[in-house]
């Protein structure tokens, strides 16, 4: 029976990381990296302003602000989506003359 007790195997029995004290992976191994959390935050905002933006739209035949509650929900996508941001760009412009209408009390 030979036992090796070089002074690099028994440094080496030392150094090695103990597989109970690892990070594990849990709920961040799916992000990746940075571009991963890039599209992680994408898709969230994808969501929630699409959420908001068909309640808006549902609410253009149901009774309620539909008129508030569509450039909220595309604010919110302007965030994160170029053609959320021309959208609301087209809604402002359609929105100025009945803006300046209201201001001369008309």
Known sequence: MCQNTDASHVE??????????SESPGWKSWLGGAQDHRTGKRVVIGIIGGTVTLIGIALIVLPGPAFIIIP????ILATEFMWARRW???AKKM???LKAKLRRGG
């Open 95 to 97: 929105a100025a003359p």
């Open 12 to 21: 080496s029995l030392f150094t090695q990381s103990d597989p109970m004290k």
């Open 72 to 75: 909220i929900g595309l604010s």
């Open 88 to 90: 609301l760009q087209k």
